[in-house]
């Protein structure tokens, strides 16, 4: 089993930055695909980005894309969120995941085995 922690959430004021993490631990960490999802008050959770167990192949939701980067340090066992020129609808708990058996990044968070307990981040206007 893996288990994740999230952690770099808080309350921002829209344009500014933030960076998320997500630390493992148990399995195997760096053989996995890792991805990131965030979830709205009322609203499904949606795939954000996803990175490959070797972090040579990224893959972005298209809203996201341009604003927010993936990125991962097999060393420490962490995956990362840059996310840029945030806006009040970013506002959602952000939530890390892997999935043991795909090689892609399936979209619904039911393909996935493991999550975080998840970050808030919250854009104010």
């Known amino acids: 089993q893996v288990q994740l922690v999230e952690s770099g959430g808080g309350l921002v004021q829209a344009g500014n930055s933030l960076r998320l993490s997500c630390a493992a631990s148990?399995?195997?960490?760096?053989?996995?695909?890792m991805v990131w999802f965030r979830q709205a008050p009322g609203k499904v959770r949606e795939f954000i980005a996803g990175?490959?167990?070797?972090?040579?192949?990224?893959y972005y939701a298209n809203s996201e894309k341009g604003r927010f980067t993936i990125s991962r340090d097999n060393a420490k066992n962490t995956v990362y969120l840059q996310m840029n020129t945030l806006k009040p609808e970013d506002t959602a708990v952000y939530y890390c995941?892997?999935?043991?058996?795909?090689?892609?990044?399936?979209?619904?968070?039911?393909?996935?085995?493991?999550w975080g307990q998840g970050t808030q981040v919250t854009v104010s206007s």
């Open positions: 148990g399995r195997t960490f760096r053989r996995y695909n």
């Open positions: 990175i490959n167990w070797a972090a040579a192949r990224t």
């Open positions: 995941a892997v999935d043991f058996d795909s090689d892609g990044f399936p979209s619904s968070p039911a393909a996935y085995d493991c």
